[in-house]
């Protein structure tokens, strides 16, 4: 089964899409997004082979997005701007399938897929990746783990707060910690997620962290938990 991945701003569009995709066994839909920062949540927690993507979308465009992709998946651009085409392939595209889209067009790329990924070797697990991307303003930044000191709760946003700067972005704090990797950070009270190689001392109920003044509060609830991770004792 080849898992595959919907991006596209316009509802009918996406219900075509997901209704070719029905049709054919090989394909199996994980999402069918309506922009690409949903889109992005997607690939960070599931694998994905191949993505339907449009070009013409609010914000970040499809090539755009298929250029902040460290390792992106096979693309098919599905669009109804055909000036894109040469500037698609050269992101190495699959295919360009101009709209609207029939369905024998339609099979024609995805055949394409299905003989390029049942060609493949059986892949070797990929190192898990370093990094997540958030989204802030009209733009997608890559925040790497190793400069995150901690991550800060402001009710529907969140602050992360990094080596030389802090990115806020509208992001809950369960579905950060879900992105974060459990034996690199934990969570030390309800507001606030903490790097664990970032943390220099624990004194009574604070936190201190190296290079930054500020002592971060620990929640009762979570203080047996950093406690035993660091082998200490009440």
Known sequence: M????????????????????AKMPSLNLVASCEHVFEALE????????????DINMPQVNGIEFLRSL?????????TASPHYALEGFELDALDYVVKPVSFPRFLKAVNKAVSLVSSQPTAVAAPAPQFLFVKE?????????????????LRD????????????TYLRMSRIED????????????????????????????????????????????????LTHFGLKQ
């Open 42 to 53: 997607v690939l960070q927690r599931e694998r994905i082979d191949l993505l339907f993507s």
């Open 157 to 168: 946003y969140i602050r992360i707060v990094l080596r030389n700067r802090f990115v806020v």
């Open 70 to 78: 460290p390792n992106p998946p096979y693309v098919i651009f599905v």
């Open 179 to 226: 992105q974060l990797p459990a034996n690199r950070f934990i969570r030390i009270q309800k507001s606030y997620i903490v790097r664990l190689d970032a943390i220099r001392a624990i004194t009574g109920n604070e936190v201190e962290l190296y290079d930054l003044p500020e002592k971060l509060p620990i929640g009762k609830q979570h203080k047996e938990a950093l």
């Open 137 to 153: 303003g009209n733009s997608l930044q890559r925040v790497l783990f190793d400069e995150i000191y901690y991550v800060e709760g």
């Open 2 to 21: 080849i898992n595959c991945l919907i991006i596209d701003d316009e509802p009918f569009a996406r219900e075509l899409l997901e209704g070719y995709v």
